[in-house]
């Protein structure tokens, strides 16, 4: 059964870090390119990084030179180390397919995992 489940997200201050991890299970994950999502309050879900198989990975402008995504295929994870947090970054953090042309907000998945909310203080 395919399953996301997202953790690692918390408070932390302007200037912070966070490592951001996203256990995966079901073939249609451990087979496609993966990126992590997030929508703040009263905004929709945007892809903020993405993944390929090959390891190739691409970033909203906003978050280029302070996030980095990773993957381990064999234990099916993915996560996303955010540093130098900005207010702006506060919001529910989520992972699961994308791709390059997903930044446009071009996407839609039926299934979620319950993501993991990150909150960035100034």
């Known amino acids: 059964q395919a399953r996301l489940v997202e953790s690692g997200g918390g408070l932390v201050q302007a200037g912070g870090s966070l490592t951001l991890s996203c256990e995966t299970s079901g073939s249609v994950f451990s087979s496609a390119a993966m990126g992590w999502y997030r929508q703040a309050p009263g905004l929709q879900r945007e892809l903020v990084a993405h993944?390929?198989?090959?390891?190739?990975?691409g970033y909203r402008d906003s978050v280029k030179g302070r996030f980095t995504i990773s993957r381990d295929n064999a234990k099916n994870m993915v996560y996303l180390q955010m540093n130098n947090l900005r207010p702006e970054d506060t919001a529910v953090y989520y992972c699961n397919v994308a791709g390059k042309t997903y930044y446009s907000g071009t996407f839609y998945h039926a299934y979620w995992g319950q993501g993991t909310p990150v909150t960035v203080s100034a």
């Open positions: 993944i390929d198989l090959d390891g190739s990975t």
